[in-house]
């Protein structure tokens, strides 16, 4: 199992940053890719960002691309997510997932670990 906590959310204004945290435990880090999915109200839940195993390799979605970076610290066990930019459509609860490695980070983007969700609000 893999426990994840993320943190960070709030409110903030439009064209302001936000970085989340998501701190992971339970198994060895390195072992997963990491990956953040946000869910606005009434609508699905979908795919933001991933990170494979070594931080060397990320995707995005086209959405977010250019505006949103993902990082992890290996050492740290955490994975981030910064928000540049912020547009009032970024309103949103944001989960970090991990998987075990696929080595080719790739889709589908299906995770089997999930975090409680951190709220983040933007005001325009």
């Known amino acids: 199992q893999v426990q994840l906590v993320e943190s960070g959310g709030g409110l903030a204004q439009a064209g302001g940053s936000l970085s989340l945290s998501c701190a992971a435990s339970?198994?060895?880090?390195?072992?997963?890719?990491m990956g953040w999915f946000r869910q606005a109200p009434g609508k699905a839940r979908e795919f933001v960002a991933a990170?494979?195993?070594?931080?060397?390799?990320?995707y995005y979605a086209d959405s977010v691309r250019g505006r949103f970076t993902i990082s992890r610290d290996n050492a740290k066990n955490t994975v981030y997510l910064l928000i540049n930019s912020l547009k009032p459509e970024d309103t949103a609860v944001y989960y970090c997932?991990?998987?075990?490695?696929?080595?080719?980070?790739?889709?589908?983007?299906?995770?089997?670990?999930w975090g409680q969700g951190t709220q983040v609000t933007v005001s325009s």
């Open positions: 339970g198994r060895t880090f390195s072992n997963y890719d």
């Open positions: 990170i494979n195993w070594s931080g060397g390799s990320t």
């Open positions: 997932a991990a998987r075990r490695t696929m080595l080719v980070l790739t889709g589908p983007w299906e995770f089997d670990y």
